[in-house]
């Protein structure tokens, strides 16, 4: 009984991490569907410049990050650009609002952004952009 107990736990622990390696990429050639219209313009470390439209950062249409002590969530129709660096193994948004302003955030480097081309789809991890400009469409 005792063996046959751990067994079904061993399964029912084990079935969560296997699901989730499945789901690594995504579905090939879709993108989530942001709630409002944003086009973007991305620059990779390769200097690679790729223009999108329905734009979004894990899906939702807005950057967040680390302040301090506390967490920024700054809407796309407040941000004009983002540059980002490496500091360490910190990823850094300096972030150029809508009002001129600037503002530096930490921000998770493994999120990614996604966005569609007219050629098909797109999608980078934050840590691979250098620069990222906003518009409102």
């Excluded at 061993?10 to 989730?20: N, Q």
């Excluded at 879709?30 to 690679?48: E, M, Q, S």
């Excluded at 407040?78 to 302003?101: P, Q």
Aim: hydrophobic share 45%; charged share 25%; with cysteine.
């Amino acid at each position: 009984m005792k063996k046959r107990i751990l067994s079904i736990m061993v399964v029912l622990l084990a079935v969560p991490v296997l699901m989730g390696l499945g789901s690594q990429g995504g579905t090939p050639g879709k993108i989530p569907k942001p709630d409002k219209k944003f086009a973007a313009t991305f620059v990779d470390h390769l200097d690679v410049v790729t223009d999108c439209r329905d734009v979004s950062i894990e899906g939702i249409t807005f950057l967040e990050g680390k302040r301090g002590g506390g967490i920024v969530t700054i809407p796309f129709q407040n941000i004009t650009s983002v540059l980002f660096r490496l500091n360490g193994d910190k990823l850094i948004a300096a972030v150029r609002l809508a009002d001129g302003k600037t503002m530096e955030l930490t921000v998770e480097k493994k999120h990614r952004a996604f966005g569609m081309t007219d050629y098909g789809t797109f999608q980078i991890q934050l840590i691979d952009v250098k620069k990222m400009t906003l518009r409102r469409i």
